[in-house]
């Protein structure tokens, strides 16, 4: 029997098993529910939402942690058969000499030797042909002076024990040019942001709260560039940016956001055609101008809106990687996201290094939304609310 017939096989009863196990969960709830006092019900099914609602948590929690995770190991670990997510192979700093006589500071893996009836620790600093590796002692987490001893590695055990690897950290950003890049992301995304919010505001405004001919069907031909893919005007975009040379600068990148974007107009004009026109109307009769209306009154009563679309075009603008990659040539004004690209061309080979870069890249973000999160969900639940 060939192999992709016993695969499809496999595949099959893997999904009846699965639909199997989900018609009997559905049972079994079924049958808790009717049996459940009334007054107890609402806390059931608060439950029950919470576990669904942690278990997708996890689903999209678990490539963070095994980022991070991966970025305290040694390279050892991580492409060991044996997967634990805690890092647990200890390391010890060592000066050796490379191949060309200089002198190199590297943290190397600590195992463990039987010899003469007792246990000794040493740290592994080459791996050998034929099974053998280039040992020295270690004591105190102090590695002896001797050029070391080559023994077999069957004879060496791991040394279990917790022992995370900050090292990469300050590894990984020493090694590439992290606060020049950290310093035009962040001008690309605060610029960015200024942009798309100004951007967004003053037409979402005209098309909520102005009445004009033609406001209906100019705002669908607004909305349906939406279904635009990128990927369509990426080529005559990059021409037209090309014949301004502009190409080689952040000008590509930061200019597009003043000119608007269908969703955060679509966003801002929903949030602005909740509030009550009376507002406005009143504010004409005093003597406001429109721009005064939407500054003054409207602006201030729409912060968790303006908030959102900030927040959204920060973050957009901190994870972009195609614009960067087109646009810019030139090492001292990459972006964080290019420069990672940068990382992973020049130590391939290191991937704790690389997880670390990238936890450093991400966290921001994180944090960010840790902070901000009220107000963006508040804009976002409010948001197309009568």
């Given at each position: 029997?060939?192999?992709?017939p ?10 009846l ?8 969960a ?34 999209f ?33 060592i ?9 190199k ?10 010899e ?14 034929e ?24 004879k ?6 917790l ?18 890049y ?12 200024i942009?798309?919010?100004?951007s967004a ?9 102005i ?11 607004l ?27 952040m ?6 956001a003043?000119?608007?974007?269908a ?9 602005f ?13 005093d ?7 939407l500054?003054k ?19 957009a603008a ?6 960067p990659?087109?646009?810019?040539h ?16 020049r130590?391939?080979g ?15 973000m ?16 409010l948001?197309?609310?009568k």
């Amino acid at each position: 029997m060939s192999a992709r017939p016993l695969f499809t096989a496999q595949l099959y009863i893997t999904i009846l098993v699965f639909l199997l196990i989900i018609w009997v969960a559905a049972g079994i709830g079924r049958w808790i529910w009717i049996n459940t006092p009334v007054i107890w019900r609402k806390t059931l099914a608060a439950s029950a939402g919470y576990i669904i609602l942690s278990l997708f948590a996890i689903v999209f929690v678990g490539p963070f942690l095994w980022m991070l995770s991966t970025s305290l190991k040694v390279d050892t670990q991580i492409f060991s058969t044996d997967v634990k997510w805690m890092p647990t192979v200890p390391t010890v700093q060592i000066r050796e000499p490379d191949s060309n006589g200089i002198m190199k500071t590297s943290f190397v893996p600590i195992k463990e030797i039987k010899e003469r009836g007792r246990s000794q620790h040493v740290a592994v600093v080459e791996e050998l042909e034929e099974g053998k590796s280039r040992v020295r002692y270690v004591v105190d987490n102090i590695v002896g002076g001797s050029p070391g001893r080559v023994v077999e590695s069957a004879k060496l055990t791991p040394v279990n024990t917790l022992a995370p690897q900050w090292h990469n950290y300050p590894d990984a950003l020493n090694s590439f040019p992290f606060v020049t890049y950290t310093i035009n992301t962040l001008i690309l995304c605060v610029l960015t942001m200024i942009g798309t919010v100004m951007s967004a505001a003053l037409p979402a405004y005209g098309f909520s709260r102005i009445r004009w001919k033609w406001r209906e069907p100019m705002f669908f031909i607004l909305i349906a560039t939406i279904m635009l893919p990128p990927q369509v005007t990426m080529l005559p975009v990059f021409l037209i940016f090309r014949q301004l040379g502009w190409t080689g600068t952040m000008l590509p990148l930061i200019v597009p956001a003043f000119f608007g974007s269908a969703f955060y107009i679509f966003l801002l004009r929903q949030f602005f055609m909740t509030i009550p026109q009376e507002l406005s109307d009143a504010a004409r009769i005093d003597g406001c101008t429109e721009m005064g209306i939407l500054f003054k009154i409207l602006a201030p009563i729409s912060k968790p809106a303006l908030a959102t679309v900030a927040l959204l075009s920060f973050t957009a603008a901190w994870m972009d990687f195609t614009g960067p990659l087109i646009y810019l040539h030139d090492e001292n004004t990459y972006t964080l996201a290019v420069g990672l690209l940068a990382f992973l061309g020049r130590h391939g080979g290191e991937w704790s290094l690389l997880m670390a870069a990238a936890t450093v890249m991400t966290l921001p973000m994180l944090v960010l939304f840790f902070f901000a999160q009220k107000t963006y969900i508040q804009g976002i639940a409010l948001t197309g609310m009568k």
